[in-house]
């Protein structure tokens, strides 16, 4: 089990230290949004993590106004000095338009069949352009009520996937209690992270609420998953010449060398 936290401009006092004595070991920091925002918070919060030695990935708010490759380009361009290791498409935006969000009064809604296009366009660019593994990030409740297509998509391309969804039981889960829903399709289910906490709730010895997340497998798969190679061996790891293997090759250098020798003694080019 891989403990994780995901944070953004909303969360200013974050002591990454105790949250790695906690047991946290992944950080999800969002980064950018549509195409004009950069969260003020990124570089303070992936400083934090990286010194307190986590693995760092990093969100894109998928904003279904812009086109795919637009938002693709503006995420690299923010984000090219950031050492993520994994990156994420927030994928959970149906309206169109945000002054009728800030609002609380939605009357305009995308087309389910053009939003379920979007969202793939999305995973296409981001995959086609970005050097980290990408996810996807969204819930099944969102995806089966607002778009037309995407478990479809999601299931062909086995998209590992970063889903959100709150149990009532303040506790650390497994993902084998993972509640799927009957409408989601079996082979769309390459669960990697689930956000089981939505900054209701504290782990111990940590005094902000922060929303938690669970790795799906070891600290060493997850490394994996990002790519992380395995650390060199010591001296003493690496096997040891057999006996009198470095005497055989020193004779057969004196053997080469001798040759060369009477090849130019007898005006030959070596």
């Known amino acids: ?6 944070v953004s401009r909303w969360n200013t006092k974050v002591d990454w230290k ?14 950018t949004q549509g195409v004009e925002i950069v969260d003020p918070l990124l570089k303070k919060h992936v400083d934090g993590a990286g010194e307190a030695g986590m693995i760092i990935g990093v969100f894109h708010w998928d904003d279904p106004n812009h086109p795919a490759a637009r938002q693709r380009d503006f995420f690299l361009e923010k984000t090219r000095d950031i050492p993520y290791k994994l990156v994420a498409i927030d994928q959970e935006q149906e309206w169109k338009l945000w002054s009728e969000w800030q609002a609380k009064q939605i009357t305009q809604f995308f087309d389910p069949n053009a939003l ?16 980290a593994p990408v996810l996807i990030y969204t819930r099944q409740t969102w995806v089966l009520s607002y778009t037309k297509g995407m478990t479809t998509w999601l299931a ?35 669960l990697k992270i689930w956000q089981f906490g939505n900054g209701s709730w504290k782990l111990p010895g940590i005094k902000e609420a922060l929303d938690l997340d669970l790795w799906n497998g070891t600290l060493e798969e997850l490394k994996a998953f990002c790519g992380e190679s395995q650390e060199a061996p010591t001296p003493s790891q690496i096997p040891a010449y057999p006996a009198g293997y470095l005497g055989r090759v020193e004779k057969v250098e004196d053997q080469l060398k001798t040759l060369i020798t009477e090849a130019r003694a007898h005006g030959w080019k070596v």
């Open 1 to 6: 089990m891989v403990l994780g936290v995901d």
């Open 18 to 31: 105790a949250l790695k004595a906690q047991g946290v070991e992944l950080a999800f920091i969002k980064a």
């Open 116 to 131: 379920g296009v979007h969202c793939q366009a999305m995973d296409d660019a981001f995959n086609h352009g970005v050097k």
């Open 156 to 190: 062909n391309r086995n998209s590992p996937l970063w889903l959100a969804l709150y149990p009532k039981k303040q506790a650390v889960p497994t993902i084998a209690e993972f509640p799927w829903s009957k409408h989601w399709p079996v082979n769309a289910r390459n």
